[in-house]
């Protein structure tokens, strides 16, 4: 009985070893799940960052949103600007084709591709003994090559039908993205350490998503 005992307890320790070495994740893979999560809006990435996070921060300090709803949001909230400076027989009429618009702006947003330049320890400055893996990276996004030539002058005193055309031929304009533009970006990640045992985690990860939107809102054309 008590062998049969001892080779449980070392059955046990052996799954709890295993999944703990499941845990330990190289600085890119947590890199590329912060990406995932906070430029692509990929929930699965995000749970599966959550998952990893929760080993050395806790449940109460994981990402507790949807990110898909963040991204509807986002595409409702650019719609809803946007549709302000229009009349409101306009903006109830071409409320459609603005939120499809949107989508395809933002679509091309998510879609971007990165490449790790390089990942270096570096010391904090303001926390003593806190080192931090500090990833460079670039970012690449595919825009129109050649700038719109659709002009309709002051939105203001456009009619419906004519608006409705224009904001079609944008979001078509958008879908034929054929140029790739690139920014270098650096990403901390903070090193959490357990024994010999390394973790990854950033604080503020949303703003990775900001820096990338006003690079890409500024080069789109």
Not at 116 to 131: C, G, L, R
Not at 156 to 169: F, R
């Amino acid at each position: 009985m008590k062998n049969l005992k001892a080779a449980f307890l070392v059955m046990l320790l052996c799954l709890a070893q295993n999944l703990r070495s499941q845990n330990i994740l190289p600085p890119q893979k947590v890199f590329n799940l912060y990406f995932s999560s906070f430029v692509r809006y990929n929930d699965d990435s995000l749970k599966e960052l959550n998952s990893y996070l929760i080993n050395f921060l806790g449940k109460e300090n994981t990402h507790k949103t949807s990110l898909q709803e963040s991204y509807e949001q986002k595409v409702e909230n650019l719609t809803d600007i946007f549709l302000s400076s229009l009349s409101a027989e306009v903006s109830s009429v071409c409320k459609n084709e603005a939120r499809e618009y949107f989508k395809v702006l933002i679509g091309n947003f998510k879609n971007a591709t990165y490449t790790i330049k390089d990942i270096k320890t570096i010391s904090d400055e303001q926390v003593k003994n806190q080192e931090i893996s500090q990833v460079d990276y670039e970012v690449s996004f595919k825009v129109p090559s050649v700038p719109s030539q659709i002009n309709i002058g002051d939105i203001k005193k456009i009619g419906s039908g004519e608006m409705k055309k224009y904001l079609i031929d944008m979001a078509n304009h958008l879908k034929k993205a054929d140029k790739m533009i690139s920014t270098r970006q650096k990403f901390n990640l903070y090193q959490v350490k357990y024994g010999t045992d390394t973790y990854y985690w950033n604080g503020g990860p949303q703003e990775m998503a900001w820096k990338l939107n006003e690079f890409y809102f500024k080069n789109i054309n």
